[in-house]
């Protein structure tokens, strides 16, 4: 197997995950801050030309995080990281497609339409302006509620760690190497942070590649 990976949460995310199951997979680097990604020959591994992609041993390419990450844990379901029972893998997976759809999602478009714009509007439709600090602004009063979601507990689900806590996870830390910052009344993800940044996996974010 192999992965192409990349700057940003979503490859990170899938190394950690790589890591936090104790695989060894080989790594290519692409270098998406030239649009490497968007050249024709990166469309044959991911038609939307995103990274991550996985690419397996008989040659299929696989992208999106979750089904990257639920194709490992498949062949290498120990440890368990989206839960051991069907109700445990719902809720895991419940918990990682909220914090994907409700909150990645706008801060990415958020992102791609407001500082990032240079950068992604020659490659890719993004939102104006306006639009952009409205994403932004949303995606901030999810963060809000996914920290009273927390409560004080030390996981998002299950009390244990799962994907839920690693796309949480990637997606804060991605905004620390944008300027962002959490939003104030989420002392609860900041604690969060702290013990996850003790993870062995969480090295990949000192890592420039
Ligand atoms: N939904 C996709 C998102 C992938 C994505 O947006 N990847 C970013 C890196 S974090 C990327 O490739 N950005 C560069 C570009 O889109 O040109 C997934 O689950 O993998």
Redesign the pocket.
């Known amino acids: 197997m192999k992965l192409y990976s990349?700057?940003?949460?979503?490859?990170r995310l899938v190394r950690m995950f790589i890591l936090e199951k104790g695989l060894d997979i080989e790594r290519v680097h692409i270098d998406?801050l030239t649009?490497e990604?968007?050249k024709p020959e990166f469309a044959d591994k991911n038609i939307l030309?995103?990274?991550?992609v996985l690419e397996l041993d008989n040659g299929q390419m696989l992208?999106?995080?979750?089904a990257i990450c639920e194709y490992l844990e498949e062949i290498h379901p120990e440890p368990a990281l989206i839960g051991t029972t069907p109700e445990d893998r719902a809720e895991v997976r419940m918990w990682t497609r909220r914090i994907d759809l409700e909150i990645a999602v706008p801060m990415?478009l958020g992102f791609r339409g407001g500082a990032g714009r240079p950068m992604?509007e020659p490659?890719?439709d993004v939102v104006g302006p306006e639009g952009a600090a409205e994403l932004s602004a949303m995606s901030d009063k999810r963060w809000i509620w996914l920290d009273q979601q927390l409560g004080d507990k030390k996981y998002i689900c299950q009390n244990k760690f799962t994907l839920a806590d690693l796309i949480a996870y990637c997606f804060i830390k991605?905004g620390g190497t944008v300027g962002w910052t959490l939003p104030k009344g989420t002392d609860n993800l900041a604690r969060f942070v702290q013990h996850m940044d003790e993870r062995d996996s969480a090295k990949v974010w000192l890592d420039s590649e």
């Open positions: 990349s700057l940003g949460p979503n490859p998406i649009a990604n968007r030309g995103t990274t991550p992208s999106e995080i979750t990415t992604f490659r890719m991605f």
